[in-house]
């Protein structure tokens, strides 16, 4: 089945820009997904289809995907921004429908 | 407002069964596919198991085949997850998603969980 990869861990102080990075082979053909769970509770979509923003997620949330790699970035990081970040796909050649990365936690220095 | 509230966790011996439940309320619940997932402690996101809105199609993680059964009660607005065969690996908080309509699909919604521990 198709494998993703992220950091376990990125660091950036508040008001700078966190980019986490999401690899696997040919991903540019695929749509990326990217949730954030913060700690005790449930995953939350911030990023689909690459760049597309759910209504009610910051402009500070943005997608970017080509080649072997997808990006989520967040600007101007805030300490409410530190959780955990999860990129997904829909793996259409295999019955294991859905994939996702093993996680990247975000720490606001 | 989409609510989907997941019940049935618990603590079941290896080897045991279990039957979770996700109420489903706040949309046309017959129209979209649904998902579960889990997260082991101290782990990652995994998806389980998927059926559509009409039933017609099911999938599973190659880690619960043969073991957890998805099914749906579109009357009810409920899934449910029967996991049989229990193992302590199985152990995890799972959720109940909704994968969105058209495309590309994603999980729009989830649920805040229930934990299941498999323990001797």
């Known amino acids: ?109 | 407002e989409v609510q989907l509230v997941e019940s049935g966790g618990g603590l079941v011996k290896p080897g045991g069964s279990l039957r979770l439940s996700c109420a489903a309320s706040g949309f046309t619940f017959s129209s979209y596919t649904m998902n579960w997932v889990r997260q082991g402690p101290g782990k990652g996101l995994e998806w389980v198991s998927s059926m559509s809105s009409s039933r017609n199609s099911i999938s599973y993680a190659d880690s619960v085949k043969g073991r957890f059964t998805i099914s749906r009660d579109n009357a009810k607005n409920s899934l449910n997850l029967q996991m049989n065969s229990l193992r302590a690996e199985d152990t995890a908080v799972y959720y109940c998603a909704r994968a969105s309509s058209g495309s590309p699909v994603y999980f729009d919604y989830w649920g805040q969980g229930t934990l299941v521990t498999v323990s001797s």
């Open chain 1, 1 to 109: 089945s198709f494998v993703l990869t992220q950091p376990p861990s990125v660091s950036v102080a508040p008001g700078q820009t966190a980019r986490i990075p999401c690899g696997g082979h040919k991903i540019g053909n695929k749509s990326v997904h990217w949730y954030q769970q913060k700690p005790g509770q449930a995953p939350v979509l911030v990023v689909y289809d690459d760049s597309d923003r759910p209504s009610g997620i910051p402009e500070r949330f943005s997608g970017s995907n080509s080649g072997n790699t997808a990006t989520l970035t967040i600007s101007r990081v805030e300490a409410g921004d530190e959780a955990d970040y999860y990129c997904q796909v829909w793996d259409t050649n295999s019955d294991h429908l859905w994939v996702f990365g093993g996680g990247t936690k975000l720490t606001v220095l």
